[in-house]
């Protein structure tokens, strides 16, 4: 606890946002192939990167940021054949699920946090009221693309300024509503059968962005973006990704969709949210 705590409040006086934005930029120079080639295979090595799994161009990858960012084979991430069961959004761990409580409130690891913060509408956080919410942290060893839970359309995305804290076991203990504070952005997909999900995708220390599908930015722009007309997505098509890795947030109306089953642990973007029994 001592040496968490100490190792937050250093975190707490660095330069969290240069540092990130150095780290990215750094990731996004191109490199001679050979240095490119030697910084993916150390990192392979120490994060045990399926790379049998990735897609890898001619050639090798141009940058760390191509490689971090690298798309999957076709049909390494088949989708739970349940076409009713949301699945999850990404690659990672289920850090915590469970229900929204009234005034849009739920619980993760015992701090409270609102729906408002993340989603960034009063009038979405209430509508999550009695539903239902789950947490996928995205390691460094993870694919970090972000897929769409449910078929539906997104014509709504909010992007949000934020704090770089890292999310991890320290920056989850000692940082007050972390998700809550980190920069995020919201993605909204209206679906014919279970309402409006959202998938909230929270930045971390060293993530120098967010990219979303639909929106020729290199970062999502702060504030509301709708767009016009909205895209049609499908069940597991690809809605973002993160320039270095972070957290995805699902939120589900309430009887909009079955309970979750999930136990919590690892779990692969198109498996499903309801358990063994639907995968």
């Known amino acids: 606890m001592i040496a968490t705590y100490a190792a937050a409040q250093i975190l707490r006086v660095l330069p969290r946002e240069r540092i ?26 120490a994060y045990r990167v399926d790379m049998a799994e ?30 009713g069961a949301l699945v999850s959004p990404a690659d990672g761990r289920i850090d915590s699920f469970g229900p929204v409580e009234r005034d849009g409130v739920f619980r993760v690891k015992g701090k409270d946090y609102s729906a408002i913060d993340l989603v960034g509408d009063a009038e979405d ?52 509503k972390l998700f809550s504070v980190n920069r995020r952005v919201s993605i909204c997909i209206d679906t ?49 990704m993160f320039h270095l890795g972070s957290t995805a947030v699902i939120f589900v109306e309430q009887g909009k969709a079955r309970p979750w089953g999930i136990q919590g642990g690892p779990i692969r973007m198109g498996e499903s949210l309801h358990g063994a029994d639907s995968r």
Do not use: W
Not at 205 to 222: C, K, L, N, Q, Y
């Open 20 to 45: 990130t934005k150095a780290v990215g930029r750094l990731c996004d120079l191109p490199m001679p192939q050979a240095v490119t080639s030697a910084v993916v295979g150390i990192y392979a090595r």
């Open 54 to 83: 990735a897609v890898t161009p001619d050639g090798g990858f141009s940058c760390f940021d191509a490689f971090f960012t690298r798309p999957l084979r076709d049909g390494a991430r088949p989708l739970c054949p349940d076409e």
């Open 125 to 176: 956080a209430r509508r999550y009221e009695g539903g239902q919410f789950a947490i996928v942290y995205l390691s460094p060893r993870d694919y970090h693309r972000v897929h769409a839970p449910a078929g539906g359309t997104i014509s709504l995305v909010r992007s949000f300024p934020g704090e770089y804290f890292p999310v991890n076991s320290v920056g989850e203990m000692h940082v007050p």
């Open 192 to 240: 014919e059968a279970h309402g409006r999900v959202t998938v909230v995708m929270v930045a971390a220390m060293i993530v120098g962005r967010i990219t979303v599908s639909g929106i020729e930015a290199r970062d999502v722009p702060f504030g509301e973006h709708r767009l016009e007309p909205g895209y049609a997505v499908k069940r597991g098509d690809e809605i973002g």
